[in-house]
């Protein structure tokens, strides 16, 4: 593949190594948080573990959209489909995630509820036309990089006057989350997590851009790498924040500047801009309240909007007890260290939404890096 | 067909306009017509044709085989093949993988009410002609229908018997550390070009499903080295999911070679846009074979010979480990593990 095994090649990937290895100072530890489940999957995948240095270690961070969403707003789409008929459309990742009382979307599926997997809002569109008679209603989740294709849905609704089509909008922000993580006390104390450095989105900031991250890198003094998905990628990432930890910087970079500007997707930014708007507070689940970190649709969009046409509560679930999805959300903790992991939580019994989607650090722990763990026993 | 027989149905079957209706599954005169006019036209052979509730053959000496396999892809027809020639491939592969020589299929439709009779005919057709090509006669059968609503179109269920020669033992248990493991041919093939065939996926391959009976080519691979230990076609859960039932039932470990396991361009890529992994997507026409280090060369020359075999492959080694993972050196440098599936990479796909 063009354009795709260029960022995995073997050779590069080596020399990549003896430099990381030339560049580590013995004896110091360099931990570095990806913020993205997509790094976490590439980390494990091509196992990029193995080509590092003892003394550098990932941290997986929370961005795996499936799993910061909270339980309240599953619980919300399952009492939604209970009790109001609608037509739920949703990405398959959201599917398997357990909510309260042993729920699930797919369990919801089983018995009657009437769930569509989709790959696009596009496909929730067209479901909406077909089913005239039938309110559609669309489960929005993600990062920034999900965004855009939601408020072109809800554009495209309000210029064809798709009275049946609605969003249940759960469009959380980066910059926000990053920052909270930094402002929790387990790492602002220097506690129980030491964090050196960022990897920085990479979807995510195709559209952002790197601009937000100017202001973390210096109000917290770490240094954040953008760095795509591929694992050379995160090689050559990983080798630019070592370089900066070793030199005392702690400047926002950009390796993946074939994608990513320092101002983003501008077109894609005033999309989301003129259909959505900043809420002051939303719940994610392993951080709780986050202020300023997610979106909401404009009143002047607000028939498409699911919240307020459905009238939906705010629900507020607790996750099941000794589910370490919380602590390993923010770094404090390794999925390993939870009680739950591998014995009752697995990815086909998933407890916590860390073991749900592949992007979650617990699954992939289990499903690429369990080995290791077993090895080292 | 008999002049007796166009008397009893002065009207032939609608095949062109007409569907399926409650009354091919009633168990009238109707269901009679569907079956004359289709099954036994298209399926002919002498034990269907005495048209009794069973076919009768005598028994061999020795060991048998028998499995079963119920067929409800989406969408029914597909690049490379359809419902009709899956359900005798999947099932002659089931079979096959024992070292069996297939024999007979048995093949029970569930029609939902309203299907046409013409899609009815070209799957039936296709079965006929898959049958004929493996030299596997389809002997016995049933008919049901359902209310529209209640199915989705056609699903068909093939049973199929076949005899071990003497001295054949091969098992999923019996892969010791040491063992090589071959593949046929390239992973991913079947399971792209259903994804590419459904309609909410809207991308275009030229990928085609490699559904095929693999009975020929294990019939090539026996006579080269008998004493193969493991068969099995990584059907629905692709390489990855076979590899580690393998393992488990073998109580060992595997370690395979990313770099050595053939996967055509065209489907990495599409698994590249899907997000998905090829090492899961299901295959209908490919086995994995586990031997002795001494078989192995012998064994990937047949393979090769073999229009069904040309790619075959060393992908990697059986090892010693008791928790039984199958783990892999990457391409990349590094080694991961080669885990079961969780959950479903997409449903319904034979």
């Known amino acids: 593949m063009k354009y795709i095994d260029e960022f995995r090649n073997r050779e590069l990937a080596g020399k990549l190594k003896q430099s990381i290895e030339k560049e580590v100072v013995a004896g110091q530890q360099y931990n570095l948080m990806e913020f993205c489940g997509g790094h976490t999957h590439a980390i494990f995948r091509y196992g990029v573990q193995d080509l590092m240095p003892e003394n550098v270690k990932f941290i997986h961070g929370p961005g795996c959209p499936v799993c910061v969403l909270p339980i309240g707003r599953i619980d919300n789409v399952i009492q939604l489909v209970q009790q109001e008929d609608v037509i739920l459309c949703t990405y398959g990742d959201m599917m398997r995630v357990p909510a309260s009382n042993r729920m699930s979307l797919l369990k919801l599926k089983a018995k009657g509820g009437d769930i569509r997997m989709v790959y696009s809002t596009q496909d929730a569109l067209k479901i909406a036309r077909d089913n005239p008679e039938r309110e559609v209603v669309f489960f929005a989740i993600g990062f920034e990089t999900t965004t855009p294709p939601t408020a072109v849905a809800i554009k495209t609704a309000h210029a064809e006057d798709l009275q049946n089509f609605s969003v249940f909008c759960n469009h959380v922000l980066t910059p926000a989350a990053i920052q909270s993580i930094l402002e929790s006390p387990e790492v602002r104390n220097m506690g129980s997590v030491r964090i050196d450095g960022f990897f920085g989105p990479s979807h995510v900031s195709s559209i952002i851009g790197s601009l937000p991250y100017e202001f973390f890198a210096e109000e917290f003094q770490k240094p954040v790498v953008i760095a795509g998905f591929e694992p050379l990628d995160v090689m050559q990432s990983a080798l630019m924040l070592i370089r900066q930890i070793n030199t005392g910087r702690h400047q926002v970079e950009n390796e993946y500047s074939r994608v990513v500007s320092r101002e983003g997707n501008l077109k894609a930014q005033s999309l989301v801009a003129e259909v959505m708007e900043l809420r002051r507070s939303f719940e994610w689940r392993g951080l709780g309240m986050v202020p300023y970190s997610a979106l909401k649709i404009k009143q002047a969009y607000d028939h498409f909007d699911a919240e307020q046409r459905f009238n939906m509560p705010t629900i507020s679930a607790s996750d099941v007890k000794s589910c370490e999805c919380p602590q390993i959300l923010r770094g404090a903790k390794k999925p390993t260290d939870c009680k739950l992991f591998g014995t009752v939580c697995t990815p086909e019994n998933p407890m916590g939404s860390c073991m749900v989607s592949s992007e979650g650090a617990c699954a992939a722990y289990w499903t690429y890096g369990r080995f290791r763990q077993q090895q080292h026993t | ?350």
Not at chain 2, 40 to 58: P, R, V, Y
Not at chain 2, 202 to 229: G, K, N, R, Y
């Open chain 2, 1 to 350: 067909m008999t002049a007796k027989k166009q008397n009893r149905f002065p009207v032939g079957l609608p095949i062109r306009k007409g569907i399926v209706d409650m009354t091919h599954g009633s168990g009238g005169r109707a269901m009679a017509q569907l079956i004359e006019e289709l099954f036994f036209k298209h399926f002919d052979n002498e034990m269907l044709n005495q048209a009794n509730d069973q076919a009768s053959f005598n028994v061999t000496t020795g060991r048998m085989v028998m499995s079963t396999d119920g067929h409800v892809i989406s969408p029914l027809f597909f690049p490379g093949g359809d419902i009709g020639s899956l359900s005798v491939h999947g099932t002659i592969n089931d079979v096959a993988m024992s070292g069996a020589k297939p024999l007979y299929l048995a093949a029970g439709f569930i029609l939902e009410e309203g299907f046409p009779l013409a899609d009815l005919e070209k799957i039936v057709i296709s079965m006929a002609a898959a049958a004929k090509d493996a030299g596997v006669a389809i002997i016995t059968g049933d008919t049901k229908v359902v209310e529209k609503g209640s199915g989705d179109g056609v699903f068909i269920t093939t049973t199929g018997i076949g005899t071990v020669a003497e001295g054949i033992h091969i098992s999923g248990d019996l892969a010791q550390p040491g063992d090589a493991i071959l593949v046929s041919g390239t992973l991913g093939d079947h399971g792209v070009a259903i994804m590419s065939s459904r309609e909410n996926l809207q991308f275009e391959t030229t990928i085609e499903s490699d559904s095929a009976a693999l009975h020929t080519l294990i019939a090539d691979m026996l006579v080269a080295a008998p004493a193969i230990h493991c068969l099995r076609d990584p059907t629905r859960g692709g390489l990855a999911t076979a590899l580690n039932e393998l393992a488990q039932q073998s109580a060992v470990g595997m370690r395979l070679d990313e770099d050595s396991i053939p996967i055509n361009p065209a489907v990495n890529a599409a698994c590249e846009l899907l997000g998905l992994d090829p090492l899961y997507v299901a295959n209908e026409g490919k086995l994995i074979c586990i031997c002795a280090p001494g078989d192995t060369n012998s064994l990937l020359a047949v393979m090769r010979q073999h229009p069904l075999g040309r790619q075959a492959a060393i992908i990697g080694e059986v090892t010693e480990d008791q928790h039984g993972f199958v783990q892999m050196d990457t391409s990349f440098g590094g080694s991961r593990i080669v885990d079961w599936l969780a959950g479903e990479q997409l449903p319904r796909i034979c």
